[in-house]
């Protein structure tokens, strides 16, 4: 389908829509209120046609009651995410690459996008007060929701309570556009599973990769790639599956943890790390972990002590464990809050040091939302590959590796965070040992085998000129 539009302003658009695409609009273009969901698989260009859609709509609504430009342009509908940075960041940007610049403007001070001087949009997200009381006295017939399964059902429902715009006495038809990937919440009872949607008002499309001919050649391969260890998802983001992620928002799966420790070592190892997590707070615990290879060799665990003593366990865990020719294993050490000092003080005493820090950027920006997701996600890889052999058996251990979920935002892998899974609803506890493994298994890849001294070298010592 193509579309070309034409304002007074001599703006035009020439776009193609795909056949599902196409569905979602002529079900959009039906003269009755109605919800709809175009949901499903990653990639099926769901954010586009949010962006597409509303600009498509604003210019026949200008065109239909013959408005003229104005100081005060009309508010006719909301566009937004769960949170206002997201949208921001991600479809606010897909609306400036998609809408001819020449056809509106944003005041960012307002949150508002203005279309030819004569209508405009509010936009932001769900956790800025300001736009949830605005929902309270608004009056729009248009709103676009941009990755809605992030939404709650009461949030939305906020929203559609200000749908009720009139423009010179009439009474405009509502429509509320929604996308999501598949996920285990309210969108699926409300849209997908839902016999009696279309008599209530609420249809489903399904966005599917393969319906999609804009994509690059190589997405599906990349996506079979990434989740190659997690059929549910392939199933999800390949078919548009909403029933295969039914408990499947675990990282890290029991049964990959059990079998690891079913195996042994083949050769001996090689890389050896010390893996640490120090504690923060007044109950976590600080965790040391001598690991070769994938292996939990040694440990130290205890209660929060302070920076200099956390220290020198750690410059002892690793002066224990050095080779026949003196190198000290890699330490590897979670660098945020008081391990900033405790890394700072094994660098000053001549220990390798990598520091992690789990909030910063991913090496691999496109696929996770920082470095925290990377790791967890990298090792539910190594473990679901049967790369991890680990006789350490620790039922704690086990346990919290098998804790965070994941979850996506920006259309990125997101690894719930230590204070949620902290939350008496969730573990009640923070996941250190598990943390301080999936340290160390990150660490190993930057693990460099150490230089070996030559046969019957003695380093000679020096006299100094008093001695002499």
């Keep these: 389908m193509q579309v070309a539009e034409a304002t007074k302003n001599e703006i035009e658009v020439d776009w193609e829509f795909h056949e599902r695409q196409t569905e979602a609009l002529d079900l959009l273009s039906l003269d009755e209120d109605l919800d709809l969901l175009y949901g499903g698989a990653k990639g099926g260009g769901k954010t586009v046609l949010g962006c597409r859609w509303m600009f498509i709509e604003a210019v026949a609504i200008i065109e239909q009651f013959g408005l003229e430009p104005t100081k005060y342009p009309i508010a ?139 994509l690059p050649t190589t997405y599906l391969a990349k996506l079979q790639k990434s989740y190659r260890h997690r059929p549910e998802l392939l199933s999800a983001y390949l078919e548009g599956s909403w029933d295969a992620l039914e408990g499947a928002d675990i990282v890290i799966k029991d049964k990959w943890v059990r079998a690891s420790h079913n195996k042994g070592f083949l050769n001996p190892p090689k890389r050896k790390i010390v893996a640490v997590d120090v504690a923060r707070f007044g109950d976590d615990r600080t965790v040391i972990f001598y690991m070769e290879e994938t292996n939990i060799a040694d440990d130290d665990i205890y209660g929060h002590k302070d920076t200099h003593y956390t220290s020198g366990k750690v410059a002892a865990m690793a002066n224990k464990h050095k080779d026949d020719d003196g190198n000290v294993p890699l330490i590897v050490i979670d660098g945020d809050g008081v391990g900033g000092p405790v890394a700072d003080n094994l660098r000053a005493w001549g220990f390798k040091v990598i520091e992690i820090h789990s909030a910063a950027a991913s090496d691999k920006p496109d696929d996770y939302y920082n470095l925290r997701a990377q790791m967890w996600w990298e090792a539910g890889e190594m473990f679901s590959d049967g790369d991890i052999v680990n006789e350490y058996e620790d039922e704690e251990l086990d346990t919290e590796l098998t804790i965070p979920k994941y979850s996506y935002r920006n259309g990125k892998i997101l690894i719930e965070s230590k204070e949620d899974i902290k939350k008496p609803e969730r573990y009640g506890k923070s996941t250190d040992l598990g943390d301080c493994y999936v340290y160390g298994l990150y660490g190993l890849k930057f693990w460099r085998p150490p230089k070996k001294k030559k046969d019957g070298w003695r380093k000679k010592k020096r006299r100094s000129a008093m001695a002499a």
């Design 76 to 214: 006719i509908g909301f566009m937004g995410r769960k949170r206002g940075v997201d949208f921001t960041k991600t479809t606010l940007e897909t609306w400036k690459r998609e809408i001819p610049a020449a056809a509106y403007r944003i005041n960012e001070q307002k949150h508002e996008i203005i279309i030819h001087e004569t209508i405009k949009y509010h936009y932001g997200g769900f956790d800025d007060r300001a736009n949830i009381e605005k929902f309270n006295s608004a009056e729009y017939c248009r709103a676009f929701l941009d990755q809605a399964e992030e939404l709650s059902q009461d949030e939305v429902g906020m929203l559609g309570g200000a749908m009720r715009l009139k423009i010179n006495g009439r009474q405009l038809k509502y429509k509320i556009l929604m996308s999501a990937n598949p996920a285990q919440c309210w969108l699926k009872r409300e849209f997908v599973k839902n016999p009696d949607g279309r008599s209530e008002g609420t249809y489903f499309v399904p966005a599917l990769p393969k319906d999609n001919p804009y």
